[in-house]
């Protein structure tokens, strides 16, 4: 009798001991569920109200965060799921032009000349962030050191990309002798085509800029001049308002990235100027020649603004545009 109440005690233990187990799984399946609610793991990501964006990269003259960015998949780590597709426009007119026929949705580092033009002429054009100064880093070069004044250019021929901070450049250093650009045979082209065609004898003049504009000054070609006081070279990143407007939360994303994108910049310089260098085929000697002269910072300052507006008055008063505008429409 004893060995048969001994044995119903037991399974009252083990029946006791089975549910106890029981419910502190069940409650800590429940904590657990409850936490991944309030802590969504980071590797569930949000679907975006885009599958691909379209954006320009341009890697001359020293567009480092550019390089950078395609170099860490910096946009892909913001956009998941989204397929970044790069587009290799350099000049500023056919940037703009890709934006407007939706080709393009990002222009990542176009001209503040080139975004003032596009609004003047009515495209919906929103500046996002910027992108970089550097105006002394925009020069003209020759391999007549005779030229010493504006009108040494009269007659001459000179290349660069149109519709860019070189040739607003162009334009401000002819203008200081009451010049246009109708006083020279100016040809649109890249900056590598321009230092070719200058090597080769087929331009008097190339408007180069970063590495082109070193090695040339490497080479013993004369440098005319350089873009201080005579341009802001104001680079900015850019979209339309109605992309910006249908999809903030990839402009969210593309914010978030440019700021990833200055801290691994700053954070990393040596990793940066190894990437820049590869990418570019330069040494140290020429980064550190070139990369001083760039102002990386992307917050649109109040004095960006003032240089927007003196890049607008100069294109209005050389009739590049011939319609003012209120420039706040750019950032709004």
């Known amino acids: 009798m004893k060995n048969k109440f001994l044995k119903i005690l037991s399974i009252f233990a083990l029946v006791f001991a089975i549910t106890s187990c029981s419910n502190k799984d069940n409650a800590s399946n429940e904590n657990i569920s409850n936490a991944n609610m ?145 006083d020279v045979e100016f040809s649109n082209m890249s900056i590598p085509d321009a230092a070719a065609a200058l090597d080769s004898g087929n331009l008097d003049v190339a408007l180069l800029g970063g590495p082109a504009a070193y090695k040339a000054k490497e080479a013993g070609l004369y440098e005319i001049t350089n873009g201080e006081d005579l341009i802001d070279a104001i680079i900015c990143v850019a979209s339309s308002e109605k992309f910006a407007k249908e999809h903030p939360d990839v402009i969210k994303a593309i914010n978030d990235a440019q700021k990833e994108i200055a801290e691994f910049m700053e954070k990393n310089k040596d990793q940066t100027k190894e990437i820049v260098k590869k990418e570019l085929d330069l040494d140290d000697k020429a980064y550190d020649y070139m990369y001083p002269m760039y102002d990386f910072s992307t917050k649109i300052t109040e004095e960006d603004k003032k240089g927007f507006e003196r890049t607008k008055k100069f294109m209005l008063d050389n009739k590049m545009i011939e319609k003012d505008f209120d420039i706040n429409l750019l950032f709004k």
Do not use: C, R, W
Not at 70 to 76: D, P, S, Y
Not at 131 to 140: T, V
């Open 38 to 182: 309030s802590n969504p793991s980071s590797n569930s990501k949000e679907k975006l109200s885009i599958d691909e964006l379209n954006v320009t990269y341009v890697t001359s003259p020293l567009n480092v965060p550019s390089i950078i960015e395609k170099n860490k998949e910096i946009f892909a780590k913001h956009l998941p799921n989204v397929k970044i597709n790069y587009k290799e426009i350099t000049s500023g007119a056919d940037q703009t032009a890709a934006l407007a026929s939706g080709d393009v949705d990002l222009l990542y580092g176009l001209g503040g000349s080139s975004a003032i033009l596009a609004k003047a002429n009515g495209q919906d054009l929103k500046v996002l962030n910027m992108y970089s100064k550097a105006p002394k880093a925009f020069s003209l070069f020759a391999k007549d050191d005779s030229i010493k004044n504006p009108s040494d250019l009269k007659g001459k021929k000179i290349g660069g990309p149109a519709g860019t901070n070189l040739h607003q450049e162009l334009l401000a250093y002819l203008e200081k002798e009451n010049l246009t650009e109708k």
